[in-house]
């Protein structure tokens, strides 16, 4: 159950994501130079973690999905979901970690 409730809270904030993008990349078409300093904005440690929690937030969305699909077309997902639910996990961390110290790298860029 938590992870279907994952799921939905993860849909509603890359939604979330995608509108505040459009609208302000819509900037640049009304004013390039209002565009720019929202831009500048968005070069510090604090959106670098929001960056990180988006990369987190696609993939657990994006790897949750396959396996639903999975379950739900798939005539032995129903029976497999306990390991599909491991091997997602899995991929996650291994994609995750190496993100995490990219990211972490790059952030400390911002305190040189």
Do not use: C
Not at 53 to 66: K, M
Not at 101 to 107: L, P, W
């Amino acid at each position: 159950m938590w992870l279907w409730v994952l799921h939905r809270i993860s849909g509603a904030t890359i939604f979330f994501f995608l509108f505040v993008h459009v609208l302000d990349t819509a900037l640049v078409r009304v004013s390039p130079q209002a565009y720019n300093e929202v831009i500048q904005t968005y070069k510090t440690p604090i959106v670098d973690l929001m960056e990180f929690g988006l990369v987190a937030t696609v993939l657990v969305h994006a790897l949750n999905g396959i396996r639903i699909i999975l379950i739900a077309f798939w005539s032995e997902g129903p029976r497999h979901q306990k390991t599909m639910l491991w091997i997602i996990a899995v991929i996650y961390l291994l994609v995750m970690v190496p993100a995490a110290v990219i990211i972490g790298i790059h952030m400390m860029e911002h305190f040189r």
